[in-house]
T-cell receptor, first 113, second 114 residues
Framework: DAKTTQPPSMDCAEGRAANLPCNHSTISGNEYVYWYRQIHSQGPQYIIHGLKNNETNEMASLIITEDRKSSTLILPHATLRDTAVYYCIVRVAFKAAGNKLTFGGGTRVLVKP | DSGVTQTPKHLITATGQRVTLRCSPR?????VYWYQQSLDQGLQFLIQ???????AKGNILERFSAQQFPDLHSELNLSSLELGDSALYFC?????????????FGDGTRLSIL
């Protein structure tokens, strides 16, 4: 699976959009980009995933560049409860040997009032 | 609420002992995954089952074993426990084993070895 690079930490203001970047320059054509977050020591929470097109759900939007080498997770209106570690993960779509998630260090996001 | 249930939430035991962690996947999910999160290692994949069959193995110690039962719940057995086994253990489930299907995680079991 392709490796990802994320900034170790970032702050954002409550009520503003939070834009979280992720670099995955070695991504292959059959690899999805996934975003998860972990609030304190709770279980990781699935946010969104995409292959080529931009995706949006009730939690966030995922913008993937045309060359697929990077992506941005957008939290449209950050709240204090969005403070968490955010993980960008690249995962092969179909793999006979299984499909683990490989978590890196993530980005520690602090939403400030 | 992810729909994945893990029991117990907390477990305190001593070195050399054996424990069993239990996971009930979301309704309709056939694939179960186990992960370990310790302070110095981050989240590490241990093992995956799909419809009762082992599908993939990660860095799982020989002292650890798992299985998925016909009702699709899974158990992770940890034996000859050492201090370094203290960690959070998470279970996740997905509909199938493929990478285009998201995994949903439970709240974990916090294991403390004294």
């Amino acid at each position: 699976d392709a490796k990802t690079t994320q900034p170790p930490s970032m702050d954002c203001a409550e009520g503003r959009a939070a834009n979280l970047p992720c670099n995955h320059s070695t991504i292959s054509g059959n690899e999805y980009v996934y975003w998860y977050r972990q609030i304190h020591s709770q279980g990781p929470q699935y946010i969104i995933h995409g292959l080529k097109n931009n995706e949006t759900n009730e939690m966030a939007s995922l913008i993937i560049t045309e060359d697929r080498k990077s992506s941005t997770l957008i939290l449209p209106h950050a709240t204090l409860r969005d403070t968490a570690v955010y993980y960008c993960i690249v995962r092969v779509a179909f793999k006979a040997a299984g499909n683990k998630l490989t978590f890196g260090g993530g980005t520690r996001v602090l939403v400030k009032p | 609420d992810s729909g994945v249930t893990q029991t117990p939430k907390h477990l305190i035991t001593a070195t050399g002992q054996r424990v069993t962690l239990r996971c009930s996947p979301r309704s309709g999910d056939l694939s179960v995954y186990w992960y370990q999160q310790s302070l110095d290692q981050g989240l590490q994949f241990l093992i995956q089952y799909y419809n009762g069959e082992e599908r993939a193995k990660g860095n799982i110690l020989e002292r650890f074993s798992a299985q998925q039962f016909p009702d699709l719940h899974s158990e992770l057995n940890l034996s000859s426990l050492e201090l370094g086994d203290s960690a959070l253990y998470f279970c996740a489930s997905s509909v199938g084993p493929e990478g285009n299907q998201p995994q949903h995680f439970g709240d974990g079991t916090r294991l403390s070895i004294l």
